[in-house]
Every structure is written in C-alpha cells, then in structure tokens.
C-alpha cells in the first residue's frame, strides 16, 4: 500500500469511527421536546453559533476557523468517554480521565501530522485559555441552556436543577462574550417569571 493509500485509510478510519457521535445522546431536548439531541447535532448546532455570533466576542480578533475546529472536535471524545451531565458532580469527578484516555484513542486513529493537529485544537478548547477557547466554550455553554429554555426547562425540572445552579455553572460564558452572558441572564430571568425554573 502506498504512503497516500495508507493516509487516505486512516483518515477514513476516523471518518467513520466519528459516525458514532450520532449514537451519543445527551441530556438537553431539541426545542420542541420531542426527543433529547445527539452530540453530532450538538456540534453541528456550535459550529452555526459560531459562525453566526461570533461577531459578539469579547476579543473582536478571532480566528473563525480555529474556532469551528474546536467546537466540532470538542464531544468527539464522548463517543468513548460518553455524555456528562453538567450539574452531575459525581459523574464530573472522573470525566477528564476519561475523556483524555477517549481523546488517545480517537486522535490516535489519524495520521500523526493531523493527529497532533486535531488534538491540539482539542486540548486547547479543555484548557479555555486563548480568546478562541473562550468563545468557542462560551457557545458550548449557551447552546444547552437556550434548548432547555426553549423546550420548556425540561432538563432542569427533571434533575432538580435551580436558579442558582444555572447562574454558577454558565457564568463562564461571560470569559468569552458578555453580550451571551448577558442575554443567558435574560433566559435565567424569564425561566423564573415563567415558572420552569426555581429561584432558589
């Protein structure tokens, strides 16, 4: 087999291994509470936030291809590791170890020039220290708290989540974008009024 063949395999043998994003599904609900989304929407739902919101980051001088990079790498991690609840402290304790050991196996699967490419991106969205991180994070975080708004507080009526859990685990978007924090604040504010999540 050629050096060409045997890249284009292992490219290909990521490719598909990716595939099994689509079978990892996550706590939050699509909008119309018909059914909990998978972590290949999730990343797909990302990457048109980024694109679309990205002109409200706290750096104005980002690069939008190391973004989207990020936030379609950042759960692919999970097709091994699988989905942590963010409000479940238990399941977090060893969710680094297992997604580290996850991120070995999967980059590990590329060629090594885009192994170290794609790990990297991977590793420098965990850290959330550049102003790409940060927005890219920031995203990650707001995207399920707009699906659990917008289908009713579902997710948090079902795990017992309240006001101030929300405010603590989300205040991070503020790093990467006070406008998206300030609008998640707006979301917290009419989940009160409305009923769907405590205020407590």
Known sequence: MSSHS???????????????????F????ISDRS????DAEHSWHLSLMAITLYEHANDPNLDLLKILRMVILHDIVEIDAGDTYIYDEAHK???AEREQKAADRLFGL???DQATEFRSAWDEFEAGASPEARFA???????????????????WSKHGV?????RAINHKIGDGSDT??????????KAIASGTLPDA
């Open 137 to 155: 994070k920031a995203v990650d975080r707001l995207h399920p708290m707009l699906l659990n708004y917008l289908a009713g507080g579902i997710t």
């Open 93 to 95: 304790q060893d969710q």
């Open 26 to 29: 996550r706590q939050s609900y």
């Open 6 to 24: 045997s890249r284009l395999a292992q490219q290909m043998a990521f490719i598909i291994e990716a595939d099994k994003l689509k079978n990892i």
């Open 162 to 166: 309240v006001a101030s859990q929300v």
């Open 110 to 112: 590329l060629p090594p």
């Open 180 to 189: 998206l924090w300030e609008y998640a604040q707006g979301l917290i504010e």
């Open 35 to 38: 059914r909990r989304e998978n």
